[in-house]
């Protein structure tokens, strides 16, 4: 008996084919607001979408596992087919390949959030009033100044991302282990000491070299009257997860907004595509022009989800039509498979990402179209893709486009 | 990379947050009499059902496997979010258990029915004519007294329990193996040998020694007019599953009428809330009572599946409307989540327990309603929980009662 990975059939099986979109409107799923309503999606004026819907097949996907509410990163790693209770990522890893940083295999990576905290210093602002970017800049070239040779061994990089938000990079021999954050999560508290879980001595090392760091890096800020403290969180190195052009043989790209999933998308493998503009509009431009040169193309819309968060049901619709306004240039490039879905549920209800499972559907001229006439979370319950985890679309949208080979004879 | 469990996910997850009720009446789905007809549930005028269905999301639950006949014991623990075939558990650890018994972890426990043979030793009654709970009582103590001193160095337990039903305990050291069961399962045969399948020295030394102690009970009983004969199943120790309340942090209560479910709720480590009267308005009194003492509560209803195994389908129809009138006291006590569903079919039309995937539904106030405008097999088909796995249903309770954090960033 031999056990093949659902990896390993994918790389035995895959051949050259039609081209691949997925277009992943963040925080897609969601709830009515008043009992007996419409979801956002339903509430959608998207006769683009719809008609996809209606000639192709729907369901609902669970990005994670059936109650669990996802982040956005491991949400993303399984719409690109890696389950992510399998395949950890720290959150640093994330950000610092999303403002493009050319991190190392043995590079140690932190999410940096500035704070302000009081003369005991217990965080009172766990994100310093959202600091303006430029002011974030000025802080990190601080950081860098005054902590940037603090270890005679190893190498500090401190890169700034956006508001309160920076990269902390640790580059040297020996890191890793299992580190805690130092995020107390609330205000009123003191931040926390890294601590290593995994017992080991290269866990040991870092965490005492990463906690020198924070010290010195706040004694460094303790002037600042904007941003006097500071916390880290997901400490980690990159997981070296399997390639994803050489897994499926799909040359992939990534035209995407937010450093997040520009980074989620260079940690598997993408190409990121740089463009002019944020709207959908200039990602379909971006596709049109680099369409003859890859097979795979994500496409993240990143305001579904912030609507979401903001409660904000009406713009979250809006943004919606405006996807579904951008459909017909994807159909005219004639895709072999089109997916359309989001990486969770996001309801203006709730304010906040959700368990809930997502509306999806797959649009290829191989597919057999259900009974769904609409695009909308109830129109999908009873769709041909059932209710699946999100990591089997990858591979229904590669025989869709003709990319799969034969199991067995 | 880090290899997550479900529980894992749970222990490392869960916050507090709503309460949450899993009302599981025993055996509840069912088949249709006559071609064209309805099921026990379908039939069943059950208004306040309807309504949870119509608010809720509903589904079908496999207990064990696809296609499976499930015991009650493993489909309790699916309920439960444990993997039954993953998490074997003996009929004996479950009946001593049920009815109290203080059961050590190294102690074997076996489920025994006293039972007539002829004058060769084959089974002609395996349950003794089901003999009344006093002569059981009667038979027990006998064999305490007969077979108590057995072995020097073990304590030999006989505790009745029920009819011709009552436990065997054999405690002291070196107790194990995977042991095979006395009884035939067919009248006319002689009872079998304890066979151990492990090949351990323990399992033969066990096997040895329960079957010397069922050969002096036999011996014991061999003038007993209406039990001359008993056979022992399920010969096994307690498995020392995870607790239930650490994986989930709920304080979790069983208000069950059977020993059987008593005893798999203590198996996980819920506490049995005893209470007097035997009906659904009884159990619903103890609800009240003990509401504030608790996060989870399960709800056993037997009945159900007591009348599709007599084939009575009215008088499962009618436990059904009785269950249904308990409803609004239930919702009344607003949990965060409430599910209603059954460990397994007992289709009376099958007078037995049934492999059918098991209607279930799911209310909360943050669930999105789905199709179903009824509760029903029929109508469960194409709802929001899809077709799934049993285990599922607690992650998403959890989720629904607001007491998950979210998976990543």
Redesign the interface.
């Given at each position: 008996m031999s056990v093949f990975t659902e990896f390993d059939l994918m790389r035995e099986y895959h051949h050259s084919g039609g081209k691949i979109v997925l277009l992943v409107m963040d925080g897609l799923g969601g709830?009515?607001m008043q009992?007996g309503g419409k979801?956002e999606l339903e509430s959608a004026v998207k006769p683009n979408l719809d008609r996809l819907a209606a000639e192709g097949t729907t369901g609902?996907s669970i990005p994670?596992?059936?109650?669990?509410?996802?982040?956005?990163?491991?949400?993303h790693l399984s719409l690109f087919s890696y389950d992510?209770?399998?395949?950890?990522?720290g959150?640093g890893v994330?950000e610092a390949l999303g403002i493009g940083f050319d991190l190392q295999p043995d590079d140690l990576a932190a999410?940096g959030n500035f704070a302000t905290a009081d003369a005991e210093g217990r965080i009172t602002d766990r994100r310093a009033g959202r600091i303006g970017t430029e002011e974030c800049k000025r802080l990190a070239a601080k950081l860098q100044a005054a902590t940037g040779n603090l270890f005679p061994d190893y190498q500090v990089i401190v890169e700034p991302v956006k508001e309160h938000r920076f990269v902390f990079v640790l580059r040297g021999p020996g890191l890793g282990g299992e580190l805690s954050e130092t995020d107390p999560l609330v205000t009123g508290k003191a931040p926390l000491p890294v601590v290593d879980a995994s017992g080991s001595a290269e866990g040991a090392h870092t965490a005492a070299l990463v906690n020198r760091w924070v010290e010195a890096a706040r004694a460094a800020l303790a002037d600042e009257p904007k941003a006097n403290s500071l916390n880290l969180?997901?400490i980690a190195k990159d997981?070296g997860l399997p390639r994803f052009p050489q897994i499926y043989g799909l040359r992939a790209a990534a035209l995407a907004v937010y450093p997040m999933y520009k980074g989620v998308a260079r940690l598997v493998g993408m190409e990121v595509v740089d463009f002019p503009g944020e709207r959908p509009e200039h990602q379909v431009d971006a596709l049109e022009r680099v369409w003859n040169d890859y097979d795979f193309f994500f496409i993240h819309i990143k305001k579904t989800d912030s609507y979401g968060e903001d409660g904000n049901f009406d713009a979250k619709v809006h943004e919606i039509e405006a996807v579904d306004a951008v459909i017909p240039r994807i159909l005219a490039l004639q895709p072999g498979a089109l997916i359309v879905t989001g990486d969770h549920s996001t309801p203006a209800k709730?304010k906040s990402?959700?368990?809930?499972?997502v509306p999806t559907l797959l649009w290829s001229p191989t597919v057999l179209p259900d009974n769904a006439t609409t695009f909308g979370?109830?129109a999908c319950?009873?769709g041909g893709l059932?209710?699946f985890h999100a990591t089997n679309l990858l591979p229904l949208a590669m025989s869709h486009a003709g990319r799969l080979g034969r199991f067995g004879a």
């Open positions: 709830l009515p009992p979801t609902l994670i596992r059936v109650g669990i509410e996802p982040g956005s990163g491991p949400a992510p209770v399998r395949y950890e990522i959150r994330l999410r969180r997901g997981p709730l990402h959700s368990w809930h499972p979370e109830r319950m009873g059932g209710l």
